[in-house]
């Protein structure tokens, strides 16, 4: 169930959630944590299919794929590092978490942040261009399903590129 703290208040209703991101233009969604008959990509994304398709069609992505992170993944610290920095990238991020847990940091003001915590089915999409940053919680494990809006995204397995001279543009967290 996610948790959300903006100026000073916790909120741990979904429904307060939902409002509170959907008026800075963030969308969540309550998706629920379902069994898995099988533990494979295939059987998470099939578990949650019904979801996934909506989401594809109303917003327009085009394909999907199963990441995980916890502390066997290699050099863990130095990939979780680079997301914890302040980044933007140009399609949106959207992260449905089936396992574990992970937080954003999302900007919506010149000034404020809201953090978000994300745990099992929970679904957040920080959008194109926004600046934000992730990193996990103390058991430094999460897995999720990401949707993206084009080949680009599919492609975007890089732990970061390069755009212009400054900006680094984050594609996985
Ligand atoms: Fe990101």
């Known amino acids: 169930m996610a948790k959300l703290n903006f100026r000073g208040v916790t909120y741990t209703d979904q429904d307060q959630i939902k409002l509170v991101l959907g008026e800075y233009g963030i969308p969540f969604e309550s998706w629920g944590v379902r069994k898995l008959n099988d533990d494979s990509a295939e059987g998470v994304l099939k578990a949650y299919l019904p ?46 978490v089936v396992a574990g847990a992970g937080v954003f940091e999302i900007n919506v003001t010149a000034t404020e942040r809201v953090v978000f915590t994300a745990e099992p ?26 949707l993206f809006k084009d080949k680009a995204g599919w492609e975007a397995h890089y732990p970061y590129a390069q755009i212009g001279s400054k900006e680094r543009v984050l594609h996985f967290a």
């Open 51 to 96: 979801d996934v398709e909506r989401m594809k069609l109303d917003r327009g992505y085009v394909t999907e794929d199963v990441i995980a992170l916890d502390p066997s993944t290699p050099n863990l610290d130095v990939l979780l590092a680079k997301f914890v920095d302040e980044h933007h990238h140009t399609d949106d991020e959207v992260r449905f």
């Open 121 to 146: 089915g929970d679904l957040i999409v920080v959008p194109a261009w926004r600046r934000h940053l992730f990193y996990l919680t103390e058991e430094k494990s999460i897995r999720c399903i990401r």
